[in-house]
């Protein structure tokens, strides 16, 4: 049985995926790297792992899993199956190229936006010709509501309530929330508008950890799969065993 261990370090989360080629045995998410040493032990006997990382967390776990497995990371060489044409392909997140590469399984020869709201609101766009283009970043809820309080004077820190859904803030708090919460929102909607004015048939899908909030808050039709980057890394692994066998 080929066992295949991903992992996903984003800023804020640790994601992994243990996949039967593939066929999807579990996923998870850590809050540290010491939650995953505990849980690594745990898992059957490994074929390969995949590891891809905005963050230098995963160096603290990379030596555990070579000794558990062959372990490779995500690179700007990493082959892979659609066309990278991002003209800054060293500076790329490598999680964002597999999210795209798991929309790209999904929605072959489709145009596809992967929104990935999480640290960061990141919209990662494949044209029909399968090929990644590119697409944009801006700040994530929790970034939006630090940044206002650090760069002003008066402003507090407030703290996510993904209960709060009013347009109208009644206090400074609730208009911090509504700025930062529906003003995402209304961001992504617009975009999603506007990559429809341009590419014709779009497929959207929506991941991050905000993804269910916004979710709620969004009228466009999109899916929401919350695993998509885990189940695009794996998609890459395979592609690359593939290519060697």
């Given at each position: 049985?080929?066992?295949?261990?991903?992992?996903?370090?984003?800023?804020?989360?640790?994601?992994?995926?243990?996949?039967?080629?593939?066929s999807?045995?579990?996923?998870?998410?850590?809050?540290?790297?010491?939650?995953?040493?505990?849980?690594?032990?745990?898992?059957?006997?490994?074929?390969?792992?995949?590891?891809?990382?905005?963050?230098?967390?995963?160096?603290?776990?990379?030596?555990?899993?070579?000794?558990?497995?062959?372990?490779?990371?995500?690179s700007?060489?990493?082959?892979?199956?659609?066309?990278?044409c991002?003209?800054?392909?060293?500076?790329?997140?490598?999680?964002?190229?597999?999210?795209?590469?798991?929309?790209?399984?999904?929605?072959?020869?489709q145009?596809?936006?992967?929104?990935?709201?999480?640290?960061?609101?990141?919209?990662?766009?494949?044209n029909?010709?399968?090929?990644?283009?590119?697409?944009?970043?801006?700040?994530?809820?929790?970034?939006?509501?630090?940044?206002?309080?650090?760069?002003?004077?008066?402003?507090?820190l407030?703290?996510?309530?993904?209960?709060?859904?009013?347009?109208?803030?009644e206090?400074?708090?609730?208009?911090?929330?509504s700025?930062?919460?529906?003003?995402?929102?209304?961001?992504?909607?617009?975009?999603?508008?506007?990559?429809?004015?341009?590419?014709?048939?779009?497929?959207?899908?929506?991941?991050?950890?905000?993804?269910?909030?916004?979710?709620?808050?969004?009228?466009?039709?999109?899916?929401?799969?919350?695993?998509?980057?885990?189940?695009?890394?794996?998609?890459?692994?395979?592609?690359?065993?593939?290519?060697?066998?």
């Amino acid at each position: 049985m080929a066992m295949n261990l991903v992992l996903d370090f984003g800023n804020t989360r640790i994601k992994l995926g243990l996949f039967n080629k593939d066929s999807l045995i579990q996923s998870k998410c850590y809050n540290s790297v010491n939650e995953l040493l505990t849980d690594l032990k745990l898992f059957p006997k490994l074929t390969h792992c995949f590891i891809c990382s905005v963050t230098p967390q995963h160096e603290l776990v990379l030596e555990q899993l070579k000794k558990l497995a062959n372990t490779s990371l995500f690179s700007a060489q990493t082959n892979l199956p659609i066309q990278n044409c991002y003209k800054s392909n060293l500076t790329l997140g490598s999680d964002r190229i597999a999210a795209s590469v798991g929309s790209f399984c999904l929605y072959p020869n489709q145009n596809v936006l992967t929104i990935d709201a999480g640290t960061c609101i990141k919209y990662n766009f494949v044209n029909s010709q399968n090929q990644f283009l590119g697409g944009a970043i801006s700040p994530g809820i929790a970034m939006r509501l630090k940044s206002m309080q650090e760069n002003t004077a008066a402003l507090p820190l407030v703290k996510i309530d993904l209960n709060y859904n009013q347009l109208v803030g009644e206090n400074t708090n609730q208009s911090l929330l509504s700025g930062s919460l529906i003003g995402s929102a209304c961001e992504i909607e617009q975009m999603i508008a506007r990559y429809k004015l341009n590419y014709e048939n779009l497929q959207v899908v929506l991941t991050g950890g905000d993804a269910d909030y916004l979710s709620k808050q969004l009228k466009n039709r999109f899916f929401t799969n919350p695993i998509i980057i885990i189940q695009g890394l794996n998609n890459i692994l395979t592609y690359n065993i593939e290519k060697q066998n």
